[in-house]
């Protein structure tokens, strides 16, 4: 199998213990808190930073990328155990989780802060990301042709605190239980 990650440092803890080899991916589909709370259930998925990636302004403010004058997306950075999951099973999930056929939107929210991407790391995730769009693709999973963006990772940006784990410590929220929670079930997650 091949593996799609930079090669890891094995470090040990200051008791001697070996360390997790964690990999990462960062993708954007929509409203980070809905990817969050999707990526946050799928097994070997060990943290999730929801931020911003793909603009000019460094460290933006949630605010400023809502305006949708920073260039920069909603994404989410994984990090992920490559003995419990893949790069290509996460990518998986991503296609199922949102809609990649709307340019700049997802639902209601609307912009480019909202567009479909995968930012990959380095050139074994490049592969994979267009490996898989391609596998989507001429599955015909989607009436409409998929216009998610495949770019090599710029500068990540994490938002504000109030925004990681967002869905679990919010639930009753409008947004997650008229969105969040319906796209849950769907997937069979909740």
């Not at 605010?63 to 920069?72: A, F, I, L, M, P």
């Not at 267009?130 to 495949?150: L, M």
């Not at 500068?155 to 679990?168: C, I, L, R, T």
Request: proline share 5%; glycine share 8%.
């Amino acid at each position: 199998q091949t593996l799609f990650w930079q090669e890891p440092q094995i470090s040990r803890t200051s008791e001697g213990e070996l360390m997790e080899k964690l990999a990462s991916a960062t993708l954007g589909g929509g409203c980070f808190w809905c990817l969050e709370a999707v990526y946050s259930r799928i097994d070997g998925v060990k943290s999730i930073a929801p931020g911003f990636a793909g603009g000019s302004n460094q460290n933006p403010t949630y605010e400023q990328v809502c305006s949708g004058e920073t260039g920069h997306a909603e994404v989410i950075q994984i990090s992920f155990d490559p003995d419990k999951t893949s790069y290509e099973t996460l990518l998986d999930w991503f296609w199922r989780c949102h809609d990649p056929t709307t340019l700049n939107r997802q639902g209601g929210d609307v912009g480019t802060q909202y567009r479909s991407v995968i930012f990959y790391e380095n050139e074994m995730q490049k592969t994979a990301a267009y490996e898989s769009k391609k596998a989507a693709e001429s599955h015909a999973i989607f009436a409409n042709p998929i216009v998610t963006e495949i770019s090599e990772l710029p500068e990540f940006f994490p938002a504000e605190d109030y925004h990681h784990d967002y869905y679990s410590n919010n639930s009753n929220a409008g947004y997650c239980t008229y969105i969040i929670k319906p796209k849950l079930e769907k997937l069979k997650l909740e």
